[in-house]
Every structure is written in C-alpha cells, then in structure tokens.
Nanobody, 117 residues
C-alpha cells in the first residue's frame, strides 16, 4: 500500500497550490479519503474529507470556501486545491485513506506547504 503526496512548496500569501495524493495497493474506490495537516508544535488536524464516490465532502471551518477536495477514481488520486492561502496554512499535509467499514487506515508521508512572503 502506498499513498504518495505531491504538489507542496513555498507560496506567497493569497496564492494557490494543488496537492495530489496517488494511491496504490488497495481498492481506491472503496476508501474514504482525507487530507490532514500538522503545523510545528501543533496536533494533526483534519482539513478535508471526501466519500468513496466523491459525492460527499466536508471541510474544517478554517478552510471552508478556500480549499476544495476532489478525487479521480479512475486515476486512484485525490486532490486538494488550496486558494487564498494564509501563513497559518503552513504545515505538513498528509493524505489518509480509510475503508468504508473503518477497518483499514493508511497514511502518506506528507508534503510541506509553506505560506510566506
């Protein structure tokens, strides 16, 4: 099983980034996908989630209206479009997969997002 995040980097406040998470080794279409983030000295927090079919999404209040989660089950990939980025969005962003029964749970290694001028 692998979850490989990409797309992180350094961006100025107000800018945008698109994170991708490529999955392999499991039946992607049967898994709920989530993005978490962890800033230095803080606990890991849920940023956004998307159901196995993509029909339902949810967001942390801090990112609503700015971030959009989506998935392409044909490409086994989940995305996080991040707009209007703020310095407080700086964190390592992790991709998470959980099967619809809540039995299996997998994590990626994370990608760094830094928002700074």
């Amino acid at each position: 099983v692998q979850l490989v995040e990409s797309g992180g980097g350094l961006v100025q406040p107000g800018g945008s980034l698109r994170l991708s998470c490529a999955a392999s080794g499991f039946t992607f279409s049967r898994y709920v996908m989530r993005w978490y983030r962890q800033a230095p000295g803080k606990e890991r927090e849920l940023v956004a989630g998307i159901s196995s079919t993509g029909g339902t999404t949810n967001y942390a209040d801090s990112v609503k209206g700015r971030f959009t989660i989506s998935r392409d089950n044909a490409k086994n990939t989940v995305y996080l479009q991040m707009n209007s980025l703020k310095p407080e969005d700086t964190a390592v962003y992790y991709c998470n997969a959980e099967d619809i029964y809540g039995v299996y749970n997998y994590w990626g290694r994370g990608t760094q997002v830094t928002v700074s001028s």
